[in-house]
Each structure stands twice: as structure tokens, then as C-alpha cells.
């Protein structure tokens, strides 16, 4: 069974920097396409960025030149979301999600909190 896990969550200043890290297990294929998403309260979950199996990104225009996604090199099915100069509203839950076929995978999601 595939269980999605993000861990680096926290609280953070405003202009700081927090790594995210999501690691999808239970399976023996490499997901294909591995995102983040988030959602702050009160709003629709967003898409902030994705990686595909052969590393090429795609980010939400209001993180382009601040968030770097990326895939670990030894094992493809953990993902990376390097968070700089961050602002009060990044502020939300990041949700790690991928898929196969017809089913979606999402994590339990982690709090990332800016601080002004």
C-alpha cells in the first residue's frame, strides 16, 4: 500500500528558508510526476510545484525565483521543496502528493508557518 510522508514543516520569520521533504513507499515503480501543494485556511488547496520523472519542474508563478523542487537522486520516489525568502502569506499546510493510474496518493501534510 503506498503511504506518502512529508516532514519540515515549522515556524519560520519572514525572509527565511524551510526544506520540505516527502518520501511516497509501498511501491516498486517510480511515481511519475511527485507534487507539493498547499492550503491555507480558508482557501482551495493550490498547486505550487511538480517534478517528473525525469526531473523537469513546473512551479505556481507565485513561487517561481523562490521555491526549488527536486527529486532525490538515489531514491526518485522522495521529493525535495526548498522554501526561501518566505512570506507571511506561504503560509498553509504543504501537502506531498503523486499518482498512478486512476489513484491519487496524498500526505498528511505539514504546517508551515511565516512569521512577519
Known amino acids: 500500500q503506498v503511504q506518502v510522508v512529508e516532514s519540515g514543516g515549522g515556524l519560520v520569520q519572514a525572509g527565511g528558508s524551510l526544506r520540505l521533504s516527502c518520501v511516497a513507499s509501498?511501491?516498486?515503480?517510480?511515481?511519475?510526476?511527485m507534487d507539493w501543494y498547499r492550503q491555507a485556511p480558508g482557501k482551495q488547496r493550490e498547486l505550487v510545484a511538480s517534478?517528473?520523472?525525469?526531473?523537469?519542474?513546473?512551479y505556481a508563478d507565485f513561487v517561481k525565483g523562490r521555491f526549488t523542487i527536486s527529486r532525490d537522486n538515489n531514491n526518485k520516489n522522495t521529493v525535495y521543496l526548498q522554501m526561501n525568502s518566505l512570506k507571511p502569506e506561504d503560509t498553509a499546510v504543504y501537502y506531498c502528493?503523486?499518482?498512478?493510474?486512476?489513484?491519487?496518493?496524498w500526505g498528511q501534510g505539514t504546517q508551515v508557518t511565516v512569521s512577519s
Open positions: 509501498g511501491s516498486i515503480f517510480i511515481f511519475n510526476t
Open positions: 502528493h503523486t499518482k498512478r493510474a486512476s489513484s491519487d496518493y
Open positions: 517534478i517528473t520523472r525525469g526531473s523537469t519542474t513546473n
